[in-house]
């Protein structure tokens, strides 16, 4: 898992540093709306212990749940942002062969940078951009509470955050989080914006199923969301959406296009 995470770590700071821009910073921020706000809605798959590899018929217990999601999204220019998450959902899983099923309640809270693929790698000349791709990784905290049961029986076994008969609630238990993944946006018009993102969420705990055991992999689960953005501001134009090849109003484009019309007409009169 570290390996996994170090893997990770070094492609997302590869992709920040390598220059495939002609010039940098083509586009003036405070020209534009640069903020955000979110909500998000999919499914949270569960990758652990106590879970359901393959499908079964003899399976009563439900074995992924939703998750609800809001967030807010500061972009500093037409390439990186920041975005704050908070994710709210169950997760569960079941193994008739261990004679156990789980369910657990997360709260997650996240701080990720953001990298637009598509303004980083291409311009998109003389056209209008209506699908933004892109890439993020952060860290965060998760809170939890957890209960593992007989599969059979419905038995309460243990848990993290109830007490020792699953009876009472107790403070929630926390863990650390590693969240990265990719996202796809398609502009709806100025003010909104509806996607897809997939995200991968690494934890320093395996308690999220209630069910430890030595020498395994922490627990980990995905979220597979739906997501509608407002953008906030009185601007004519949100920054991830710009074009700098269509923004009169940049100097360094301008004058770029006018050195590319010199040269042409130099060619042309040779």
């Given at each position: 898992m570290k390996t996994l995470r170090n893997i990770i770590l070094i492609s997302f700071i590869a992709i920040i540093l390598i220059p495939v821009r002609s010039f940098t910073?083509?586009?003036?921020?405070?020209?534009?709306?640069?903020?955000?706000?979110?909500?998000?809605y999919g499914i949270l798959p569960f990758y652990g212990d106590v879970r359901q590899l393959k499908y079964s018929t003899d399976n009563k217990y439900r074995k992924t749940n939703g998750g609800f999601a809001l967030e807010g999204i500061k972009n500093f220019n037409e390439i990186f942002g920041a975005k704050l998450q908070l994710i709210t959902g169950k997760l569960s899983g079941s193994s008739p062969n261990l004679n156990l099923h789980f369910n657990s309640s997360v709260f997650e809270g996240s701080l990720s940078g953001m990298v637009n693929l598509n303004n980083l790698i291409s311009y998109y000349p003389e056209k209008d951009k209506i699908i933004n791709t892109y890439l993020f990784a952060g860290f965060g905290i998760i809170k939890y509470r957890s209960a593992v049961r007989s599969f059979d029986e419905d038995?309460?076994?243990?848990?993290?955050?109830?007490?020792?008969?699953?009876?009472?609630?107790?403070?929630?238990?926390?863990?650390?989080?590693?969240?990265?993944?990719?996202?796809?946006?398609?502009?709806?018009?100025?003010?909104?914006?509806?996607?897809?993102?997939?995200?991968?969420?690494?934890?320093?705990?395996?308690?999220?199923?209630?069910?430890?055991?030595?020498?395994?992999?922490?627990?980990?689960?995905?979220?597979?969301?739906?997501?509608f953005t407002y953008k906030i501001g009185n601007k004519k134009e949100y920054v991830d959406w710009v074009n700098p090849f269509n923004d009169t109003a940049n100097a360094n484009v301008l004058h770029a296009r006018n050195n590319i019309a010199v040269n042409d007409n130099t060619t042309i009169s040779m």
């Open positions: 910073q083509t586009i003036n921020p405070e020209e534009y709306n640069t903020w955000s706000v979110g909500v998000k038995a309460f076994i243990t848990g993290y955050a109830w007490d020792s008969f699953g009876y009472s609630k107790t403070t929630l238990e926390s863990a650390l989080s590693f969240p990265f993944g990719i996202g796809i946006k398609f502009k709806a018009d100025t003010r909104f914006d509806v996607g897809f993102e997939f995200s991968l969420h690494l934890t320093n705990t395996d308690k999220l199923d209630a069910w430890v055991v030595e020498n395994s992999y922490n627990d980990r689960f995905s979220y597979a969301s739906i997501s």
